[in-house]
């Protein structure tokens, strides 16, 4: 568990990976005191140890609500492997919730190895 702007090093079956997530951002022209608010979040995976298999990853937020909320790639994807020395940045969107949530990284697609707590709020 961390924060948005500090790195994770996430333990996979076939190697480690450090991922570094950014945001949430908002729109210019998001409204003071949105009930919702339209959320991108930066990733970068880096700095793996082996071939760390990325086919089946994927990201959500859990709300202060208890919502589930699956991240939608802005565009692109992962890569399917990445590998010692490559970089993989991608953007995650989603409309979420105002409040506290935390981002939630499954490698494998089904177990959560890591999370960043963050706020969406915007007054």
Avoid: N
Avoid at 38 to 48: E, G, R
Wanted: charged share 10%.
């Amino acid at each position: 568990m961390s924060y948005p702007g500090s790195p994770v090093v996430v333990s996979t079956g076939s190697g480690q990976l450090q991922v570094q997530v950014e945001g949430p951002a908002y729109p210019a022209d998001t409204k003071v005191g949105a009930e919702q608010v339209p959320c991108t979040f930066t990733v970068t995976l880096s700095a793996a140890t082996g071939t760390v298999g990325l086919g089946s990853a994927r990201f959500d937020v859990l709300d202060h609500t208890g919502g589930v909320h699956p991240l939608r790639f802005a565009s692109g994807g992962l890569p399917a492997t990445l590998t010692a020395g490559r970089v993989a940045t991608v953007r995650l969107v989603a409309t979420l919730p105002s409040g506290e949530g935390l981002l939630r990284f499954y490698p494998s697609g089904t177990q959560a190895a890591a999370g960043w707590d963050y706020v969406a709020e915007t007054d």
